[in-house]
């Protein structure tokens, strides 16, 4: 019998040190059977509780819920005890867990997280499990290694997105616009989004081309990697320094003195909504499973889809960034239950069935096949688009660093402030460098 809890796990003042404990305290390293070549195959006699955790809504807990039954069946001998938290009270429930090694077996990790409990001896090293009670072959190599630090590899990929231009086409073919052309550039993007709000500003309420997109900081990341800068260094640094960001942020900054940006007070007054969702704005750069709720919000199914801008020689670098990824704790006394665990949520085509693409597209073709997709739906869109760009995709989704959470915030709070006008380029630049400066644990 499971126990589902629907509400955050008790928390203490362990919280707020519990990583900063486990790096110097017992986490000695993986659990037995966790080495390369150590694993052994699963025990299908021996009764066995494995524990799994994730954030998530009550839809997701259903489907959870109807995987888990399906994997109890095929193996009789293991229970999977369950519970799920909202995002933030479940960073903090893993974070507590984390101070007294008590980790759910399986739970759910963020590319974002999973350095902090990766370099901090918390996750199981899966690569001792793969090819014995975990498969990994259908899993695309840039994605897979996503889940990758140090050689060790601690997440599986569930399902992925990648970065994609929508455009609202009833907006641009109402002013008589064309979309950009195939290989199109940052700086081609930048004109097109003059000529959007140049054509719109007669309307009521006006059009623009788009908001400023130099102040989401993947997409400074994307923009590095597509002119062959690692974002980060492999032992959890800062690879790019402050010419790179003013390069990036002063790119974007005559559309900026011409106004041709979707005004921030109005976007701080629409929120959570956006100049895009409202359909006044025609352009937005975003992950590829945000079309549901582009098309949801906006009230139009003519929100297409397009690769990113690329850089000058026609590269676009683009990589599949792992919407969630499943890890196991490295204190876990069942290894190989839990990387078989693993390996059902991840290659299970009913578990495909079950989720669809409400977590992301299913990073493996035997879970992407077995999806019940309409013709024209919105899942079939967004298979369709990643399938379109996938030759694009040459590049590992950047692991990132410790404190990510809180530098990337600290970028969008700045790049507001840049939008209000109340700081130049140069100004946002040092003071991140500084905010990151205090945030990143030096190596």
């Known amino acids: 019998m499971r126990i589902t809890r629907n509400a955050a796990a008790a928390v203490g003042v362990a919280a707020g ?14 659990a037995q059977g966790a080495e390369p070549g150590s694993a052994e195959s699963l025990d299908t006699e021996r009764d066995i509780t494995l524990s799994l955790a994730w954030w998530g809504n009550d839809d997701r807990a259903a489907k959870y819920e109807e995987a888990v039954d399906l994997f109890e069946e095929k193996y009789p001998n293991i229970t999977v005890q369950t519970q799920f938290q909202a995002w933030d009270d ?18 759910q990790m963020d590319l974002s997280y999973l350095r902090q409990y990766g370099a901090t001896n918390q996750l199981l090293d899966l690569n001792g499990q793969t090819g014995v009670n975990l498969d990994v072959e259908g899993v695309d190599d840039t994605l897979l290694e996503s889940g990758v630090i140090d050689g060790s590899q601690y997440g599986i990929p569930t399902s992925t997105n990648t970065l994609a231009f929508f455009y609202n086409a009833d907006l ?13 550039t940052w700086d081609d993007y930048a004109a097109w989004v003059q000529e959007v709000s140049e054509a719109g500003a007669g309307a009521d309420p006006a059009v623009y081309g788009s908001g400023d997109y130099t102040g989401t900081f993947w ?15 492999e032992d959890g640094g800062l690879n790019f320094d402050e010419a790179d960001m003013t390069a990036w942020l002063e790119q974007a900054q005559p559309l900026r003195e011409a106004q041709a940006f979707y005004p921030i007070e109005k976007s ?33 199914d003519n929100i297409q889809m397009l690769p990113i801008p690329a850089n000058d020689e026609g590269e676009t670098g683009m990589f599949y960034k792992p919407s969630m990824l499943l890890s196991a704790s490295a204190a876990t006394e069942e290894p190989e239950a839990a990387a078989a665990l693993i390996d059902f949520l991840v290659n299970d085509p009913e578990v495909g069935t079950i989720f669809g693409t ?6 493996v073709a035997a879970q992407r096949d077995a999806m019940e997709v309409e013709p024209g739906s919105i899942d079939e869109r967004v298979v369709a688009y990643e399938e379109q760009v996938a030759e694009q995709v040459t590049e590992s989704a950047p692991v990132p660093v410790e404190g990510f959470g809180a530098i990337e915030a600290e970028f969008k709070r700045l790049g507001e402030e840049l939008q209000y006008g109340t700081i130049t380029p140069d100004e946002l630049v040092e003071q991140w460098f500084a905010f990151a400066e205090d945030t990143i644990p030096q190596s």
């Open 219 to 233: 997409f400074f990341l994307q923009w590095l990697i597509q002119d062959g800068t690692d974002p980060f260094t």
């Open 358 to 363: 409400s977590k992301g597209v299913p990073a």
């Open 172 to 184: 641009t073919e109402k002013f008589g616009i064309e979309p950009p052309a195939e290989g199109y």
């Open 268 to 300: 701080k007054q629409l929120e959570p909504l956006g100049g895009f969702t409202v359909n006044e704005a025609a352009s937005e750069i975003s992950w590829d499973n945000f079309l549901a709720g582009y098309v949801a919000d906006s009230g139009t």
């Open 17 to 30: 040190v519990a990583l900063a404990l486990s790096a110097c305290g017992s986490g000695d390293g993986p």
């Open 90 to 107: 479940y960073w903090t429930a893993r974070s507590t867990e984390a101070a007294g090694q008590t980790l759910p077996d399986v739970f």
